[in-house]
């Protein structure tokens, strides 16, 4: 979604894949870009203005968030994710460090898993979650770990979010050796303490950067903040119109 909450962009992940951008709450479609083979991990900017995404496992694309004209491709990186301050998470899968850039200072951070799930920014630090592994808070000009949060066994963070109204992270627990239990986590961004806020009755959830809210497949809209139910929405549809009728 937008920062401002006016489009959304969703892509297909396949061999001949797809992107389109959708105006809300029209649904109308304000581009799309077609034969974009294996599509995915879509990443906004702040600003809204530059979206990137990954092509297959080691290309990342950056591309006009308006128009979805290219702006330029990353070889050899298959993470590319952006905060504050013109910082930049970037993965590089054949290296066995991140590294978080501005302009042109860049530091490493160590990786600690096979795969990089999430990260998220806050003005002066990142928080990173890998598959099977911990939670880190580093320093995003030193690179140094500020704080570390140690799931419970068989259990991972899936993704983060920085909620810059009360300037706590948070993230989605999830016991993916047995896919028993899912809970909305708030973290001190200053200390690590975990906190868990909301149980969670749900197998996908996506953070909104535009209105601090957690959305989740069965249709709950939670207000981070308070880990209150506002609403639910109506979804998985389960009966489709025929188009034909």
Same mark, same amino acid.
């Given at each position: 979604?937008?920062?401002?909450?006016?489009?959304?962009?969703?892509?297909l992940?396949?061999r001949?894949?797809?992107?389109t951008?959708h105006a809300?709450?029209?649904?109308t479609v304000?581009?799309r870009?077609?034969k974009?083979?294996?599509?995915?991990?879509f990443? !906004?900017?702040r600003s809204?203005?530059v979206l990137?995404?990954?092509?297959?496992?080691?290309?990342?694309?950056r591309?006009?968030?308006?128009?979805?004209a290219?702006?330029?491709v990353? #070889?050899q990186t298959?993470r590319?994710l952006s905060?504050p301050?013109?910082?930049?998470?970037?993965?590089d #899968?054949?290296?066995?460090?991140?590294v978080?850039a501005?302009?042109?200072?860049?530091?490493?951070?160590?990786? %600690?898993?096979?795969?990089?799930l999430?990260?998220a920014f806050?003005?002066?630090?990142?928080c990173i979650?890998e598959?099977g592994?911990?939670?880190?808070?580093?320093?995003?000009t030193?690179g140094?770990? %500020?704080?570390r949060?140690?799931?419970?066994?068989?259990?991972?963070?899936?993704? !983060?979010?920085?909620n810059? !109204?009360?300037r706590?992270?948070?993230?989605v627990?999830?016991?993916y050796?047995?896919g028993?239990?899912r809970f %909305?986590?708030?973290f001190?961004s200053? /200390?690590g303490?975990? /906190?868990?806020?909301?149980?969670?009755?749900?197998?996908v959830?996506?953070f909104?950067?535009?209105?601090?809210? %957690?959305v989740t497949s069965?249709?709950?809209?939670i207000?981070l903040s308070s880990?209150?139910?506002?609403?639910?929405?109506?979804?998985?549809q389960?009966?489709?119109?025929?188009p034909?009728c």
């Amino acid at each position: 979604m937008h920062p401002d909450g006016t489009f959304i962009v969703a892509g297909l992940s396949a061999r001949r894949g797809s992107i389109t951008a959708h105006a809300i709450p029209t649904g109308t479609v304000s581009w799309r870009r077609d034969k974009v083979a294996e599509c995915g991990f879509f990443d !906004l900017d702040r600003s809204g203005s530059v979206l990137s995404f990954a092509r297959g496992r080691t290309t990342i694309e950056r591309a006009d968030a308006h128009s979805g004209a290219t702006i330029d491709v990353l #070889p050899q990186t298959c993470r590319y994710l952006s905060g504050p301050a013109h910082y930049t998470l970037l993965d590089d #899968p054949s290296q066995s460090t991140y590294v978080i850039a501005q302009r042109e200072h860049t530091v490493s951070v160590p990786k %600690l898993s096979f795969a990089l799930l999430g990260a998220a920014f806050s003005s002066r630090t990142a928080c990173i979650t890998e598959s099977g592994g911990p939670v880190r808070c580093v320093d995003c000009t030193t690179g140094a770990e %500020l704080w570390r949060y140690t799931p419970p066994t068989d259990s991972h963070i899936l993704d !983060l979010h920085y909620n810059a !109204l009360d300037r706590f992270f948070y993230g989605v627990l999830w016991h993916y050796e047995r896919g028993e239990f899912r809970f %909305l986590v708030r973290f001190d961004s200053g /200390t690590g303490k975990a /906190t868990r806020v909301r149980d969670l009755d749900s197998w996908v959830e996506v953070f909104s950067e535009a209105t601090q809210q %957690l959305v989740t497949s069965s249709g709950e809209v939670i207000e981070l903040s308070s880990g209150e139910l506002l609403g639910k929405l109506g979804f998985p549809q389960k009966e489709y119109p025929d188009p034909s009728c």
